[in-house]
């Protein structure tokens, strides 16, 4: 089956410091990976996602990600938070089951302090 | 802009008490997803259409039941609502793709409260 994991539950930075935000993965085969960003009361929004094109990804509002096979990993990164980033974020491992279907991380809780 | 619309976005019902959610979408996508967000939880797909055709997940409680009368609109029907169905309840949309690469797109979802 496949899974993700995020290793960590709260991420608690300064404002201008770099973000990292881990997450692995757990899959027979080359996996489909997302990360989504959740905003107080809000919906979903995509980030950036690892469609096996290249490795290091590009997402919004300078995040990135790179896909590492050999470590099962997908840790998504920022050069300099923001105040605007403080959010939950999950990382996604994207299913093909009759149609697309999303299996998340338990997510990780951004605080960014001033 | 095309979205996707969730109504209420507060809900306040009485426990046992039956209770509809709405989404609406104008980005034309053939597929439709409930998910149910409880406090400091992952996101949890209840089910999702294609089209007209209805696929529950194994685990959804037969307490949960959706509707799609066309492509723009899905409800979500609690029949008789349990304390433990307070959460957030998102829909999401996405064009069906032989792939596991589409994007899904959320709305900003429905708190529901059972008193």
């Known amino acids: 089956a496949q899974s993700v994991t995020q290793l960590d539950s709260h991420v608690s930075v300064s404002e201008g410091t770099p973000v990292l935000l881990r997450c692995n993965y757990s899959?027979?085969?080359?996996?489909?990976l997302f990360w989504y960003v959740q905003h107080p009361n809000k919906g979903l929004q995509l980030l950036l996602k690892?469609?096996?094109?290249?490795?290091l990804v590009k997402g919004i509002n300078g995040f990135e990600a790179e896909f590492k096979k050999s470590e099962t990993s997908f840790h998504l990164t920022k050069p300099s938070a923001h105040m605007s980033d403080a959010a939950e974020y999950f990382c996604?491992?994207?299913?093909?089951?009759?149609?697309?279907?999303?299996?998340f991380g338990q997510g990780t809780r951004l605080t960014i302090n001033p | 802009d095309a979205m996707v619309i969730q109504n209420p976005r507060y809900q306040v019902t009485q426990f046992g008490k039956p209770v509809t959610l709405s989404c609406s979408q104008t980005?034309?996508?053939?597929?439709m997803y409930w998910y149910q967000q409880k406090s400091s939880q992952a996101p949890k797909l209840l089910f999702h259409?294609?089209?007209?055709?209805?696929?529950n997940e194994a685990d959804t409680p037969d307490n949960f039941q959706s509707r799609r009368p066309n492509t723009s609109f899905c409800f979500l029907d609690i029949r008789s609502p349990g304390l433990g169905d307070a959460a957030m309840y998102l829909c999401?949309?996405?064009?069906?793709?032989?792939?596991?690469?589409?994007?899904?797109?959320f709305g900003p979802g429905t708190r529901l409260t059972v008193l």
């Open positions: 996604v491992v994207s299913l093909f089951q009759g149609a697309q279907k999303l299996v």
């Open positions: 259409y294609y089209d007209k055709d209805f696929n």
């Open positions: 690892y469609t096996s094109a290249a490795t």
């Open positions: 999401a949309t996405s064009r069906w793709a032989r792939s596991s690469y589409n994007e899904q797109f």
């Open positions: 899959s027979s085969y080359s996996p489909s």
């Open positions: 980005l034309n996508h053939n597929v």
